[in-house]
C-alpha cells in the first residue's frame, strides 16, 4: 500500500515538473514581452524626476535592456532557445534589476526612489513567473544585492543619504522580498495540490473510461454468447421435433409400406390377367392399372421423402442435382400449391450443387413456404395471379438457385433482421422466426451463402449461392 502511495505520488511530482516546464515557457514570454514594452516606459519618469540631466541616458540604457529582452523573447520561439530555457527564465527578471540597479548608482544611491522599481521586478518573479520558492528566494537577494551594490557605488564619490531614508528603503525592500517568497511558497504549494488533485481526475477518468470499454466488449462477448445459445436452443428444439418427428415417422412409413407392397404385388396380379379382359374393355383397364400404379409410386415417393427429411442425417455434403431438391419440397407442400399458386421452373439442366440433400431440402420448403404466406396477404388484381419462380443458373464455378414470388415484399427496416433467431413479421401464433435462421445456418454450413433482394409490393427473391465443387 505504501510502495503504491509512493509511487503515485513520485508520478504525480514529476508530472507536476513537467507541466511547470512548459508553463514556465508561456511565463517567460510573457516576462520578456512586459520588459520590451514597459522598460522604455519608465522614461516618463526619468523626465519628470531628473529632466533633462539623466533622461537621455536612462532612455540608451533602457532601450537596450529592452533589446536585449526581445533577442531572449525571440530565441524563446526556437528549438535551441528552447532547450537554453533553465537560464534564459532566470535572467529576465534580473535583466531590468540590474539595469534599475546601475540608474540608482547614477542618481541618489541608497535614498534613490528608484527602489520602487525593483520591488516591481521582484513581485513580477512572484506573481508572473511561476517560480519554484528556491528561485524566488534567490531572485529577491540578488535583487537585493544589486541595491546594495548600487547604492555603496554611489556612496564612493558622493555622501550618504539620511539614515531614515536608507532605513525606509530597506524596510520596503525586505518586506517586499519576504511578500515575494511567502507568497510564492503558498502559490506554489496551490498550484502543486490542484495539479495533483486533475492528475487524479485524468487518472481515475481514463481508468473508467478503460473500465466501460471493458465492460463494452464483455456486454458483447455476453451478448453474442446469449444469441449462440439461443441459436444453439432453437436448433436442439428442432433436431429434438426433427427426432421425435422421425421416430414416429418410422412406425408410420413401415405400416404404409406394407400395405402398399400388398398393392404393388396386386398390380402385378392384375396385369397378368389383362389378356382376359375383352377388347374393348382393354383400354379403360390399362388406363385405370396406369391411375392406380402412378399413385403407388407416388405414395412411395412421399414416403422415401419423408424418410429422408426426418432421418437424423450427418453434415456431410455431396453433389445434390437441384431438380430433385426442388422437386422432394414441392411433395411436400403440393397440398398448398394446389391449385392456389401458378409454379414456374427454370432450371438448368443437370444442375448439381455441392450441399447436404436432407438440410438443402428444409431450405426450399422454408423458402417456399414463406412465399405461400406472403402471397396470401397481397390481393391480386388486373389478371396477375400469385407465383412463385424456381430457377437455376451456373457461372464461374458458382451455381446459383433462387427462389422468387410477386408477393408484397419486405419492408426496409427489416431486412437487417430478417436472418436473426426469433425475428417475425407473423401474426402470434403464426410462425418462431426461425425458417430463415436455419435455412441461413444450412447455407454456411454448405460453404454458401443466402442473400435477399426485394421490392415492397411488387416481389421478394432469395438467391442460394453454393460452390459447384466440395
Not at 146 to 162: K, N, Q
Not at 183 to 194: A, C, L, N, V
Not at 212 to 228: G, H, P, V, W, Y
Request: glycine share 6%; aromatic share 10%.
Amino acid at each position: 500500500m505504501d510502495n503504491s502511495s509512493s509511487i503515485s505520488a513520485e508520478a504525480i511530482r514529476r508530472a507536476f515538473l513537467g507541466s511547470e516546464a512548459q508553463q514556465r515557457l508561456g511565463n517567460t514570454k510573457v516576462g520578456c514581452a512586459l520588459v520590451v514594452f514597459l522598460m522604455p516606459l519608465g522614461s516618463l519618469v526619468d523626465w519628470f524626476v531628473f529632466k533633462k540631466e539623466f533622461f537621455w541616458e536612462f532612455m540608451q540604457l533602457r532601450l537596450i535592456c529592452s533589446a536585449i529582452a526581445a533577442v531572449i523573447w525571440a530565441a524563446l520561439f526556437t528549438e535551441s532557445g528552447k532547450r537554453q530555457l533553465g537560464w534564459l527564465s532566470k535572467v529576465v527578471p534580473l535583466l531590468p534589476a540590474a539595469f534599475l540597479a546601475l540608474m540608482i548608482a547614477r542618481t541618489e544611491g541608497f535614498g534613490s526612489t528608484y527602489y520602487a522599481a525593483i520591488n516591481l521586478v521582484l513581485l513580477a518573479v512572484g506573481v508572473v513567473l511561476h517560480w519554484s520558492v528556491l528561485e524566488s528566494f534567490l531572485a529577491v537577494v540578488f535583487g537585493l544585492l544589486m541595491y546594495i551594490v548600487a547604492g555603496v557605488a554611489h556612496a564612493r564619490h558622493s555622501p550618504l543619504p539620511p539614515v531614515e531614508d536608507m532605513v525606509t528603503n530597506f524596510y520596503f525592500i525586505a518586506l517586499m522580498d519576504i511578500i515575494v517568497v511567502v507568497g510564492t511558497y503558498f502559490q506554489y504549494r496551490s498550484r502543486s495540490r490542484e495539479f495533483a488533485a486533475k492528475f487524479e481526475l485524468d487518472r481515475n477518468r481514463k481508468i473508467l473510461e478503460m473500465s466501460n470499454q471493458k465492460l463494452d466488449s464483455q456486454n458483447k462477448e455476453l451478448a453474442d454468447t446469449i444469441q449462440k445459445l439461443t441459436e444453439a436452443e432453437s436448433q436442439l428444439v428442432q433436431s429434438e421435433k426433427m427426432a421425435s418427428l422421425g421416430r414416429m415417422s418410422a412406425g408410420i412409413i413401415h405400416e404404409i409400406n406394407n400395405p402398399l407392397n400388398f398393392a404393388t404385388t396386386g398390380l402385378f396380379t392384375l396385369r397378368k390377367k389383362a389378356k382376359h379382359i375383352a377388347a374393348e374393355q382393354q383400354a379403360d383397364y390399362e388406363d385405370t392399372l396406369k391411375d392406380v400404379e402412378d399413385g403407388i409410386i407416388r405414395v412411395k415417393n412421399i414416403v422415401s421423402d419423408l424418410r429422408m427429411f426426418t432421418h437424423p442425417s450427418s453434415d456431410d455434403r455431396d453433389q445434390v442435382d437441384a431438380s430433385e431438391v426442388v422437386a422432394s419440397a414441392m411433395r411436400f407442400l403440393s397440398n398448398e400449391l394446389k391449385e392456389k399458386v401458378k409454379i414456374e421452373q427454370k432450371l438448368v439442366e443437370h444442375q448439381t450443387v455441392c450441399a447436404n440433400k436432407n438440410k438443402l431440402i428444409h431450405v426450399f420448403v422454408n423458402l417456399i413456404q414463406n412465399s405461400l404466406d406472403a402471397l396470401r396477404n397481397k390481393p391480386f388484381n388486373n389478371g396477375e395471379r400469385p407465383t412463385i419462380w424456381i430457377e437455376g443458373r451456373v457461372e464461374n464455378d458458382l451455381s446459383y438457385l433462387i427462389v422468387r414470388d410477386n408477393g408484397p415484399g419486405i419492408a426496409s427496416e427489416h431486412l437487417d433482421k430478417i436472418f436473426d433467431p426469433f425475428f417475425t413479421t407473423k401474426d402470434v401464433g403464426e410462425g418462431m422466426g426461425l425458417g430463415l435462421s436455419i435455412c441461413y445456418r444450412i447455407m454456411h454450413e454448405s460453404r454458401g451463402r443466402i442473400s435477399v433482394r426485394t421490392e415492397v409490393g411488387k416481389f421478394c427473391e432469395f438467391t442460394l449461392e453454393f460452390p459447384t465443387k466440395a
